[in-house]
């Protein structure tokens, strides 16, 4: 069987920033254990396959340890790819995925991806997450991931986790995030329970952060910095309960797989 594969640098103005995602065009799904076994391969934050539909594509997302609900970094490396790539025409593409229609739009060099809010609300902290960051936050909140807020750009870069406290947690995803020297917000995200110490540039994390930023700073209109080694820029708009994040993003590699 061959299958090609894009693989694409997410958030990204040029090669080796933002977030790598491999992006798999198939005329037919595979079945699961395939699909899984090619994420495991690849061993990337995030592979996607994408099928034809009647009104657009079906997307799937996959870490090398499981298929998740969403992930934004991904879609727009889809989108880049029909876009760029594959030769789609339109201006706006429409994935129908396991969290719904998610719909990206060319505007310029940039993609814009329409994603669906997920505000956090306070929590406790358990003692896992405290042991694993190191660090007292200012405070604690849950939604999809853990959200733990501190004090300053400064003591996001210094955080070390450790990824075995941090699997023990009922949550997969944990997101730090502080106010911003030359953003309005920034953040580093760990999901060691999906095969992912440390993601470059989370698009599914904004959907927690943008809420909880635009709560904090009265503003809809919002710039980030995930400060991953790697780091990637978003731009992010609460528009009621959803979230547009726009950003461009890079071919880095093609190739074919075989087996």
Request: aromatic fraction near 8%.
């Amino acid at each position: 069987m061959r299958i090609k594969q894009y693989q694409v640098d997410a958030f990204a103005n040029r090669a080796f920033e933002g977030n790598p995602a491999a992006i798999c065009p198939l005329e037919h799904w595979l079945d699961d254990a395939q699909l899984q076994a090619i994420a495991e391969e690849n061993n990337l934050s995030e592979t996607a396959f994408f099928v034809s539909s009647g009104n657009g594509f079906k997307l799937r997302w996959f870490t090398p340890v499981e298929e998740v609900d969403l992930c934004g970094h991904a879609t727009l490396a889809a989108a880049h790819v029909l876009f760029q790539i594959l030769g789609y025409s339109g201006s706006s593409l429409r994935f129908d995925t396991r969290s719904g229609p998610l719909f990206v739009n060319k505007q310029g060099d940039l993609l814009q991806i329409d994603l669906p809010a997920s505000p956090p609300t306070h929590c406790e902290a358990p003692a896992a997450l405290i042991k694993g960051l190191g660090v007292q936050p200012i405070e604690v909140l849950a939604a999809s991931d853990y959200l733990v807020v501190f004090d300053s750009e400064t003591t996001i870069r210094a955080i070390q986790p450790d990824p075995h406290q941090l699997s023990q947690l009922d949550l997969q995803g944990i997101i730090i995030t502080a106010p911003g020297d030359e953003v309005d917000f920034v953040s580093r995200f760990f999901a060691p329970q999906l095969g992912i110490p440390e993601d470059p540039v989370t698009g599914s994390a904004h959907c927690v952060l943008t809420p909880y930023w635009a709560d904090k700073l009265n503003k809809n209109l919002l710039s980030a910095k995930q400060v991953s080694k790697r780091g990637g820029s978003l731009t992010c708009e609460l528009q009621a309960d959803r979230v547009l994040l726009s950003g461009s993003a890079v071919i880095f590699m093609e190739a074919e797989i075989n087996f």
